[in-house]
């Protein structure tokens, strides 16, 4: 049984008449009562038996109406959804990004992009290793990555999207959180520093190392955490100051003042498979750089 013949059931229970079915279907009544009349012979039974002028469903024709219903209305449905799927309009998008990147920008672009693709099922990972980020887009766990170091690789594309300032976040009663304008990389020799483990962010490490050698001071560790909520506590209490992107100053953490770092940015990246077909990640990919479009200050060129 095809879903024509279940149309042709459920537009005569609907019509009340092969005569008005045929017309809503565009076939000739001889054509649809010979199908019917086929379906019939098939299933063994009567589907529709005559009253007055009209056709009313038998009671082994109205359990195959509310089948017929259901199942049409799923048929339509798997339709709609591979129309959409082809669209870049639903389906299921897995994204990793660096945490500090959804304080910015990027919470801005998946908002917006559950409000226009509200069938897209986000997928959202956050991670502080660049080396985990890339390789899971090249493994297929992640579709997207936003990250900071994306991995050199032929398989890779990355793009660079959203450059912003790197901060000095100071403990509130520190000397140097008092001071007008942008705190100068010495600055990084004057106060004992709150870092990420460089096993768990090494690019995030060796990023302030290399600030701390072209400022020509050697940089002195107060203490290490795994997470922005602990840096940032650990700053609170004293242990030292922080290097982080500026967007980190949305958490305004009490007992803790940031101050651009003078000369510094750092720079997000789009990153996907080179031969990656799917449609949801081009769409990703179009709102993040629309987003990028409508703020030029802000977005790498």
């Avoid at 010979?34 to 039974?45: D, K, N, P, Y």
């Avoid at 007055?52 to 219903?69: D, E, I, K, Y």
């Avoid at 493994?139 to 900071?148: K, S």
């Avoid at 600055?187 to 768990?200: D, F, K, N, S």
């Amino acid at each position: 049984m095809n879903l024509r013949l279940l149309e042709y059931v459920v537009a005569i229970c609907e019509e009340g008449s092969i005569s008005a079915a045929a017309r809503r279907l565009h076939l000739t009544q001889p054509t649809l009562s010979r199908q019917v009349h086929e379906l019939e012979r098939r299933l063994g039974t009567p589907l529709f038996e005559r009253e007055g002028r009209g056709m009313v469903p038998t009671p082994a024709g109205r359990a195959l109406v509310a089948r017929a219903t259901t199942v049409l209305a799923e048929a339509r449905a798997a339709l709609d959804d591979v129309r959409l799927a082809a669209e870049g309009l639903a389906g299921r998008l897995t994204v990793t990004f660096a945490g500090s990147g959804i304080n910015g920008p990027l919470g801005g672009a998946l908002g917006r992009l559950r409000r226009e693709m509200p069938r897209v099922e986000l997928r959202l990972v956050e991670s502080f290793n660049d080396a985990e980020m890339s390789g899971g887009v090249l493994d297929g766990r992640f579709d997207i990555a936003v990250q900071r170091l994306p991995a050199r690789d032929p398989r890779l594309v990355a793009r660079s999207w959203w450059r912003e300032p790197l901060s000095l976040f100071l403990p509130a009663a520190h000397p140097l959180a008092h001071e007008a304008g942008a705190a100068p990389l010495t600055a990084l020799g004057q106060v004992p520093l709150v870092v990420w483990p460089r096993e768990v962010s090494p690019h995030s490490y060796d990023e302030i190392i290399a600030l701390c050698d072209h400022a020509g001071v050697t940089p002195r560790i107060g203490a290490e955490g795994r997470s922005v909520q602990t840096v940032l506590a650990l700053v609170a209490a004293g242990f030292g100051a922080a290097v982080m992107s500026d967007s980190h100053r949305a958490l305004r953490r009490v007992g803790v003042r940031a101050r651009p770092l003078e000369g510094t940015s750092t720079t997000l990246h789009m990153v996907w498979r080179a031969k990656d077909a799917n449609p949801l990640v081009e769409r990703f990919r179009s709102v993040l750089a629309t987003l990028a479009t409508s703020d030029p200050a802000r977005p790498v060129h």
